[in-house]
């Protein structure tokens, strides 16, 4: 028999509102999918204010449609609107959020990929009801090109600017030619990167998902570095081909089926004066330090990919925020690694240089 609780009408009152405005933030959410697929966040920046009428006309939409997407983005406070003149404008502080594609703020590839991470929804209440988990297989191509667009940001405006700059020993070893490894490469995009930063340097790039190799690969002729880049299809946690004087893993490590394992291959693969550069979920120990709007953003992301397609092949889940600081030196450690330190972090990521 259920005991009745008292109920404290402010704390049911606010709460309530926060659940309302919660269910608008995701209704939010596909909105901004929507401007961002449809170009229209691109044009408002690009070409300005404008009302209904000419925005759709502009991006040849039909133009009811335009009128109540642009009335809800209003509504949310994404857009500013002005009664007299009927005509909505994108501010340039949001612009950069929304419509700066190679801006450090943009966050188009996350709304790209948000409505793809939910569907798999069914498999996933069956694995919350008998085990096991998603397979990477069942998330479509939207899910990986919004992905890739989203852990971009960090690779066009970072990753040489910041990361490597971090380390002038590291950089000055890539000018003079380097062999470069990047386990989970994904469709390679951080080391195109590299290989045009720094071309007497030889680059491999390693994943589990084959789609991503060969995208990856067509990548690399299309950007002209294919003469310097390769891409292989292998399960790194089972060991590594060569001996490298820089391995990278980004957004791996916590996704990874054997952790473990996947850190003592890297050991083993990496010549005694190389670094591994580790970027990962910026997390903390106790899931009270987690607890805000960008720890349940994280957490709900482990729950629809991170931990379940870990799971999914038996692996460890230690979903997003299962790898603060401590774990992963824990676990570098174990692996023969002596020195972890901290480079470079923002409230999402942080990036480590990890040595022998």
Known sequence: MAIAMPINRAKLEAFAQKAIGDVGGTLTVLMCSLGDRLGLFNDLATRGPATSVEL???????????????????AAGYLEYDPGSARFTLP?????????????MFLGGLYHFLPALVAPLERLI?????????????YDERFWEGLERFTGVGFENFLLQQWIRALPELQRTLERGALVADVGCGTGRALIKLAQ?????????????????????????AAGV???????????????PDSYDLITTFDVVHDSVDPRGLLRAIRRALKPDGTYLVQEINSQD???????????????ASVLYCMTTSLANGGAGLGT???????LREFCLEAGFQNVRRIWENPFRVVYEVRL
């Open 56 to 74: 759709a006309a502009r991006c040849a939409l039909q133009e009811r449609y335009v009128r109540e997407w642009l009335g809800q983005m209003a």
């Open 92 to 104: 340039p502080e949001h612009a950069a959020i929304l419509a700066e594609e190679s801006g450090p």
């Open 126 to 138: 069956q694995a919350f009801r008998e085990g096991g988990g998603v397979h990477q297989a069942a």
């Open 197 to 221: 930063a720094f071309p007497k340097s030889r680059y491999v790039g390693y994943d589990l998902h084959e789609p991503a190799v060969a995208k990856a690969t067509a990548k690399a002729h």
């Open 226 to 240: 294919s003469d310097r880049v390769d891409f292989m299809h292998l399960d790194v946690s089972k060991g590594l």
């Open 286 to 300: 106790r899931l009270e330090q987690n607890i805000g709007p960008l720890g349940a953003v994280k957490l709900g």
């Open 321 to 327: 925020i299962g790898l603060p600081e401590s774990r």
